[in-house]
């Protein structure tokens, strides 16, 4: 992976692949685990925006997508407004029986060269891991 920070990902989910397939790719899904999308398409090329941010600051997050294998693979870039850096989240299916193992890379994330916490490695960890392996698994598996 080039050398580069990331932050790996992997969980298992007690659903068939097609349910977090559509958890991570349509919008009306995404508000319940993710994050509040005002607009969302599945469509390569398509930039959707959102805010999120630690207690004292917000941020506007732009991203759009690279790579749309249906049912295996989503893939988006990942910035700020008015911070430097570009990083790429991918989201990885693989089918096991009735179960599907979602595995999430973040790379690029050394690319925010800034002072604040809420980009350094161990908060995306954080994020992420609070947002697959708690948020995404309970949206699948209780609803």
Known sequence: MDNKEFVFIEQEFNAPIDKVWKAITFAEELEHWFFEIDEF??????????YEGGEEEKYLHICRILEIMTLAKLSYSWKYQDIDGNSTVSFYLNKQDEKTLLKLVHEGINSFRNEKPDFTKEYFEKKWNNLINYSLK???ENN
């Open 138 to 140: 309970e949206f699948i």
């Open 41 to 50: 398409e599945l469509k390569q090329g398509f930039v959707f925006t959102f």
